[in-house]
């Protein structure tokens, strides 16, 4: 699976991508409004990739993908699609290293994977989770067409999402 944008490649995530996958992961905002998943070595992220990727690509027909610059095959994030537990809807979600937030490029690689979704998948509607505190997902979410519809709890999560909905 490979998708391109004015700025970007979007592609599966490989056992390759281990070093990008332990700094993405240890990333103080990604710890503080995604979780700690504890991945602290080239082969904590291999084994991360094979049981939350590349397992996952093989079962269904969607993911979450690396999102690179096409101007230098660097990788900056991830945007995909998952199937999550106390959801009934598909979730769509984001996260990027902070050099490159700010930047349109989680917009920009995520409206790729949402048409993708609608379009290709046949997937409507399509949901997003965020933290309370994390303002600039949710604004992204909105800017996107994603409308806020309540707040939840979700099963081995302890704390309270924002529950966004794109019909």
């Known amino acids: 699976m490979k998708f391109e ?3 970007l490649i979007i592609s599966e995530i490989t056992l390759e991508d281990a070093p990008f996958i332990v ?11 995604i979780r700690d998943k ?5 082969e904590d992220a291999k084994k991360n990739i094979q049981e939350t990727f590349i397992d996952i690509y ?3 027909d969607f993911g979450y993908y ?4 096409k101007s230098n095959n660097t990788p900056i994030g991830t945007s ?4 999550r537990d106390g959801l009934v ?3 769509i979600g ?7 937030r700010g930047k349109g490029y989680a917009y920009e690689a995520t409206k790729r994977i949402l048409d993708f979704a609608i379009d290709e998948l046949k997937m409507s509607p399509i949901a997003a989770i965020t933290t309370q505190e994390n303002i600039s997902s949710s604004n992204l979410l909105e800017r996107m067409g994603f409308i806020h519809e309540r707040n939840l709890f979700i099963p081995n999560d302890p704390e309270e999402l924002r529950l966004f909905m794109y019909y």
């Open 5 to 7: 944008t004015e700025r």
């Open 23 to 33: 700094e993405l992961y240890n990333d103080k905002d990604y710890i503080h409004f």
């Open 38 to 42: 504890n991945v602290r070595t080239i």
């Open 58 to 60: 093989k079962k269904q």
């Open 66 to 69: 690396k999102v690179l610059l």
């Open 80 to 83: 995909g699609l998952m199937k």
């Open 89 to 91: 809807y598909v979730d």
């Open 94 to 100: 984001f996260a990027y290293l902070k050099e490159y």
